[in-house]
């Protein structure tokens, strides 16, 4: 029964990771999703610099382009990833429950032995008692 409790900890343990590692993943993503906005922020300001600007029209929209379809390529990565945090967190939340379900039958077990070993206790007394006095009445219980 111990055995099973510490199995059931490790794959709690293990369920947190994966979460985790899901989570730090799709912070990565939104981080890159900001990257690129601040990307397409720069060059569309390099657009509207009076300077340069007209110079580098053709390849400030090569590369708003290109952002485009990086940001399009990261918001459908982040959709998945998002369903993969809600899958880790619902498998998270089943191995929780498995390890409660564990440990509560290891404190009932627990507590089934400790009663035996009470009982164990109380009718070897009531034995020896017994024993000792020839002349007691036979049930003690109705004493």
Known sequence: MKQRLRKAGRIVAVQEQMHRQAEWRMADISRAKADLERLRSELIETLNEDTFGPLLVEVVAR????????????????????????????????????????????????????????????AARLSHAKDDDPGAPGDASLT
């Not at 918001?75 to 939340?93: G, I, N």
């Not at 191995?95 to 070993?117: F, K, P, T």
Request: proline share 0%; glycine share 4%; hydrophobic share 35%.
């Open 63 to 122: 590369r708003l382009k290109a952002t485009a379809a990086e940001a399009d390529r990261l918001t459908q990565e982040q959709m998945r990833q998002e369903a993969k945090v809600r899958e880790e967190a619902l498998r998270l939340k089943r191995a929780e429950r498995m390890h409660e379900n564990v440990s509560r039958q290891y404190d009932r077990h627990q507590e089934h032995i400790m009663v035996a070993g009470i009982l164990e206790g109380i």
